[in-house]
């Protein structure tokens, strides 16, 4: 009887040892990130920061396997494994996010925003939170904004006003607000990937598209887009997402260390403004021709922009109504806290 009762002990200290040797080998296994930031960019130090801070925040005992180089392949794909947790966390565009959340695409309205400092205050004091039962519903965890910048307009061609893209072949992303906006400008609008918009230039397939400044110099689009204007016509940027299955996993402690290590948002928004301002100079300085519209050249083209802003949320639906109220909103609380 003392024998049957020592080998029964004698297992149940071997499956608890064994719970808990499994505890400790998944939170040993650091989670896997994935992103897109070349060497030597703003994304890059602002992904490193994030690992140094994980460490140092944990005492080493956490960590992360750092993906943010396009190892995990297309966005849309690093997208996929994030929510069925292949990968644990990610920055991911507005545009790829509103595959599961199609109501991010008024994010990219364009002129929604009057200033980086307006849609800071939107986005960091307001929506990281009021969005965050959205983002649960669809299996992720909100943990921050992280700022591209403003949209412009690359072109081979001179560009000071909407008229000039008239029956224009440009190239544009998969999203609402891009294809609406540039159909209001009269383009002829052309959808194939970045990738390929090199190609396409030099072939003639397309004359320009749209981007931001940051992406614009990533992707060596000067090397065939020799027009730069200044539009700002959209506000670009993404989210720092977990999978929610992986972050529900964690301990109070470890949610804290992921949490915390996300560098600031504000940051990293002058980190990316002061080096798109010195791309720019370079660039400027290497023949590229930088266009900055007059304040009557931009009402034309927020004019036209605005227009299209029933057509948008229309076609969106879903919950594009209620956020773009709640944006409003926000816009107004903005405002006042200026005029005080």
Not at 230 to 240: D, P, Q, R
Not at 285 to 311: C, F, K, T
Request: aromatic share 10%; charged share 20%; no cysteine.
């Amino acid at each position: 009887m003392i024998t049957k009762q020592l080998v029964y002990v004698h297992s149940v200290v071997l499956v608890v040892f064994g719970l808990f040797s499994a505890s400790e080998a998944a939170v040993a296994e650091p989670p896997k990130v994935a992103g897109f930031a070349a060497p030597g960019t703003a994304g890059e130090i602002y992904w490193q920061k994030f690992e140094d801070a994980v460490d140092a925040l944990s005492d080493g005992r956490l960590g992360v396997t750092l993906m943010v180089q396009g190892e995990a392949g297309p966005e849309e794909t690093q997208f996929a494994g994030l929510r069925r947790n292949r990968l644990q966390m990610a920055g991911i565009s507005t545009g790829t996010l509103g595959l599961a959340l199609s109501e991010l695409a008024v994010l990219r309205a364009p002129f929604l925003f009057e200033s980086i400092e307006e849609a800071s205050y939107v986005l960091d004091t307001h929506l990281l939170r009021s969005m965050e039962a959205r983002f649960a519903e669809k299996n992720l965890v909100l943990l921050s904004w992280m700022m591209d910048g403003w949209m412009d307009l690359y072109t081979k061609f001179p560009v000071r006003i909407p008229a000039d893209l008239s029956a224009r072949k440009i190239r544009v992303s998969t999203d609402d607000s891009a294809l609406l906006y540039m159909a209001a400008l009269d383009a002829d609008v052309i959808q194939i990937p970045l990738s390929d918009v090199i190609p396409g230039m030099q072939t003639g397939l397309v004359e320009g598209g749209e981007q931001s400044t940051q992406i614009f110099a990533l992707a060596g689009l000067d090397a065939t887009a020799n027009h730069f204007t200044l539009t700002h016509h959209a506000y670009s940027t993404a989210g720092v997402v977990a999978n929610k299955t992986w972050w529900d996993s964690l301990s109070i402690e470890e949610q804290k260390v992921y949490r915390g290590a996300i560098p600031d948002a504000n940051w990293y928004r002058d980190l990316v403004l002061d080096r798109n301002a010195l791309y720019l100079k370079r660039a400027q300085e290497d023949g590229l021709n930088v266009v900055y519209p007059s304040a009557e050249e931009r009402a034309l083209w927020q004019q036209l922009g605005q227009n299209i802003y029933n057509d948008l949320i229309r076609d969106i639906g879903g919950n594009a109504a209620e956020l773009y109220a709640e944006i409003m909103r926000t816009k107004e609380e903005f405002a006042s806290l200026r005029v005080n």
